[in-house]
């Protein structure tokens, strides 16, 4: 009876220690994720920020230079701007550096980045639900070692 009961603890220590090897990486999935989002996050935000500065300036295409506008300066606060020009954009390339473009080339410029964006959302995203369905296999798996291991001991 005793060698049943050793095999039994042996049993009970080798689904101790999976059982605590699957927790860890499932905590190590669920910082991924947590760290996936956060990143999406930040990508959904640039690409709002490109809509909007392509339809800004698609709005100033039709306006002319002297018309007056109306500029967020931030803190909900806003001043009165005259337009000096309508044929030159400021554009920031990367790296601390902006370029001159006209609204058409700023326009375009603004679309392929935002373009690329997209897709590292979308590839983002696929990665985000490969580390959520991996993480919901080591759940299942989980549960299924903690039934087994707080069920009724067999004699």
């Known amino acids: ?3 049943k009961d050793e095999g039994l603890s042996e049993k009970e220590r ?7 090897s699957l927790l860890l990486r499932l905590r ?14 930040f990508v959904r935000q640039a690409l709002n920020e490109h809509e909007k ?4 300036i698609t709005q100033l295409k039709k306006m002319k230079a002297g018309d007056e506008l109306i500029v967020p300066i931030g803190a909900n606060t806003s001043v ?3 337009l000096s020009t309508t044929d030159k954009i400021i ?4 790296g601390g550096v902006s370029m001159e ?3 058409d080339s700023s326009i375009e410029f603004l679309n392929e ?16 639900q490969k580390i959520e369905q991996e993480a919901q296999i080591l759940q299942a798996r989980v549960q299924e070692l903690a039934s087994r291991s707080g069920g009724p001991r067999q004699a």
């Open 113 to 128: 980045m935002k373009n690329e964006l997209e897709t590292t959302q979308r590839d983002m995203t696929g990665e985000l």
């Open 53 to 56: 500065a392509i339809e800004t």
């Open 1 to 3: 009876m005793a060698e």
């Open 80 to 82: 009165y701007v005259t």
């Open 101 to 103: 473009k006209d609204p």
């Open 91 to 94: 554009v920031r390339i990367g």
């Open 14 to 20: 080798e689904l101790q220690a999976e059982l605590q």
């Open 28 to 41: 190590q999935y669920q910082a991924q994720a947590e760290q996936k989002t956060q990143e999406l996050l």
